[in-house]
T-cell receptor, first 113, second 111 residues
Framework: KAGVTQTPRYLIKTRGQQVTLSCSPI?????VSWYQQTPGQGLQFLFE???????NKGNFPGRFSGRQFSNSRSEMNVSTLELGDSALYLC????????????FGPGTRLTVT | GENVEQHPSTLSVQEGDSAVIKCTYS??????FPWYKQELGKRPQLIID???NVGEKKDQRIAVTLNKTAKHFSLHITETQPEDSAVYFC??????????WGAGTKLIIKP
């Protein structure tokens, strides 16, 4: 099976702009979680989508949003970018309800200037 | 709220020695405990996991132990090698099918 893919891999944006990141889960996986990782920091949970519904949400401002499509692909959007949004954004997919194993994509490195 | 504490934040060991990383969880309902390894510039990868009906699990040089009464679990790496240098994350299953993550441990293997 192909692994989790994320596009784009690298992105440079200007403060105030918005950005959309994409994640394609492993075939058959219905859950997609998003994480923000800053240098030297851990995995900060953003949100999780399951069957096109947001099932869990972390403590991030409303500028961070996401959605999931019927094919389980997910996008996250960050509006009004701030310098502090510069980070590695990782998505992870898991198979189904009750299966906690998460498989990570390579991440999108976002730089806000 | 649900919480996982991970210690130490940085661990430096001599090559060939053992390394132990410990995590404590708060939710007594947690029943799945994975460990992920993230090498520099790479994605986190699952290296070993344990479920609450098992006390210990081994895979070659790595092992995980679980103490449900004390609500803590540990990762043990024996005969450490340079390629073990990485950041290790523990996690515990939370409510609503979430994973609750520890803050990570940077493991440094000294030659």
């Amino acid at each position: 099976k192909a692994g989790v893919t994320q596009t784009p891999r690298y992105l440079i944006k200007t403060r105030g702009q918005q950005v959309t990141l994409s994640c394609s889960p492993i075939s058959g996986h219905r859950s997609v979680s998003w994480y923000q990782q800053t240098p030297g920091q851990g995995l900060q949970f953003l949100f999780e989508y399951f069957s096109e519904t947001q099932r869990n949400k972390g403590n991030f401002p409303g500028r961070f949003s996401g959605r999931q499509f019927s094919n389980s692909r997910s996008e996250m959007n960050v509006s009004t970018l701030e310098l502090g949004d510069s980070a590695l954004y990782l998505c992870a997919s898991s198979a189904s309800t009750g299966n906690y194993e998460q498989y990570f994509g390579p991440g999108t490195r976002l730089t806000v200037t | 709220g649900e919480n996982v504490e991970q210690h130490p934040s940085t661990l430096s060991v001599q090559e060939g020695d053992s390394a132990v990383i410990k995590c404590t969880y708060s939710d007594s309902a947690s029943n799945y405990f994975p460990w992920y390894k993230q090498e520099l510039g790479k994605r986190p990868q699952l290296i070993i996991d344990i479920r609450s009906n098992v006390g210990e699990k081994k895979d070659q040089r790595i092992a995980v132990t679980l103490n449900k009464t004390a609500k803590h679990f540990s990762l043990h790496i024996t005969e450490t090698q340079p390629e073990d240098s990485a950041v290790y994350f523990c996690a515990a299953s939370g409510s609503n099918y979430q994973l609750i993550w520890g803050a990570g441990t940077k493991l440094i293997i000294k030659p």
